[in-house]
């Protein structure tokens, strides 16, 4: 029979030492969001525009409470990318997250022109007290927060706007009492997510999780018409790896554009240039040619290797060996086995339909002495 003394349980979360699999980084890409809209008080086209404008009223409006006033909120469903939702955010193995987004201004169409800026700016470089390090100011990429009751699952790309004398609906941008339902975020130093719709005014860096680049030109060049701007996110700035490992756990993951470029018409003056315009998943340009939407490239790696909380029983009566794990919906896990420790054998897999526990039951075989291991298979 199974002498209990000599069975050992390995618990795994994805890969280690006593187990081999393969490393390979997997990069699913989409082309354009499930959401994006212009995310400003008076956009008279609620969520179905074809184009988006970054800018803001400083210096002159300074502490009228919209530093960051025209945005773009982008959004992206992550399941339909097969990234499986609902288990836990640590799971998730993100490398890498990049975020295209297609100039739009038209010089040809009295478009106001732009100045390349690669480099964050300081706080204060639109401020009267501030000084800016150079030319232009930078196209940046912001998480997105949502207050007023709202959330990213009942948010409305379409909903108009009160600020136009429709009713307030639930749901749209400038919805509730406590300003705008979807606004920048930001985390401090210590990861703590914050509102960074005002920070020059309210005297804090906004520390972007990116900022906009392109190879096709230098710092300080006027932006050509279509070109592609870059944002590649920086996981390792506090709170950013948590927020995308969040999204993908709830199937998508919404992000923001902003820019302190001044809201000015006249092209450009004195270096700073005026504002930029990017190309939405609604314009003619994206629904001719497929790719002038913003767009997402995910990367992930295998599951980081971790327990998982295993527990076994041994059943004297009936000579088997059970062993018990939490899963989440939808997680796959392996049982293995091996006799020595260095050539493993895989027993079984067992998906969970269904949020809990779960058990493998291991029934006598000889007299034999075997190790177990369980781990959570890579989606």
């Known amino acids: 029979m199974f002498d209990v003394r000599h069975i050992l349980l390995i618990s795994l979360l994805g890969c280690a030492t006593q187990i081999a699999c393969a490393g390979e980084v997997v990069t699913v890409r989409a082309p354009e969001p499930a959401v994006d809209r212009w995310n400003y008080l008076y956009n008279g086209t609620p969520g179905f525009r074809a184009k988006g404008s970054l800018f803001t009223g400083l210096p002159e409006d300074a502490g009228g409470g919209m530093d960051r006033m025209g945005q773009i909120l982008i959004g992206f469903d992550t399941e339909a990318l097969g990234v499986q939702p609902g288990r836990a955010p640590e799971s998730y193995n993100v490398t890498g997250v990049k975020l295209t987004a297609r100039v739009a201004?038209?010089?040809?169409?009295?478009?106001?022109?732009?100045?390349?800026?690669?480099?964050?700016?300081?706080?204060?470089?639109?401020l009267e007290t501030g000084l800016d390090p150079d030319p232009g100011h930078p196209v940046e990429l912001h998480g997105a927060g949502f207050r007023n009751g709202i959330d990213s699952s009942s948010y409305l790309e379409g909903s108009p706007p009160p600020a136009l004398g429709q009713p307030p609906i639930t749901g749209s941008p400038y919805e509730g009492p406590d300003g705008p339902t979807a606004y920048p975020l930001g985390f401090d130093e210590a990861a703590q997510p914050r509102d960074v719709m005002n920070n020059p005014t309210e005297g804090f860096n906004a520390n972007p999780w990116a900022v906009g680049k392109t190879n096709s030109i230098s710092p300080g060049d006027v932006v050509p018409t279509d070109t592609v701007f870059t944002f590649d996110l920086d996981l390792n700035q506090p709170g950013v790896r948590r927020y995308v490992q969040e999204g993908l756990s709830q199937g998508q993951l919404?992000?923001?554009l902003t820019s302190l470029?001044?809201?000015s018409f006249d092209g450009v003056e004195s270096g700073n240039g005026s504002f930029a315009i990017f190309y939405l998943k609604e314009s003619i340009e994206h629904q001719l040619f497929g790719d002038s939407a913003p767009a997402l490239e995910l990367s992930r790696g295998p599951a980081p290797s971790g327990p998982i909380g295993t527990e076994f029983a041994f059943d004297f009566a009936r000579d088997e060996l059970t062993i018990q794990w939490e899963a989440?919906?939808?997680?796959?896990?392996?049982i293995l086995t091996s006799v020595d420790l260095t050539d493993w054998t895989v027993l079984a897999e067992s998906p969970?339909?269904?949020?809990g526990s779960m058990e493998y039951v291991v029934p006598r075989r000889g007299d034999e002495k075997r190790f177990f291991a369980v781990r959570r298979k890579s989606s």
């Open 254 to 256: 919404y992000f923001t």
């Open 352 to 355: 969970a339909t269904i949020a």
């Open 261 to 263: 470029q001044p809201a």
């Open 328 to 334: 989440v919906a939808g997680e796959v896990f392996e």
């Open 105 to 126: 201004n038209d010089p040809f169409l009295a478009d106001p022109t732009f100045v390349y800026d690669p480099t964050a700016d300081p706080f204060d470089a639109l």
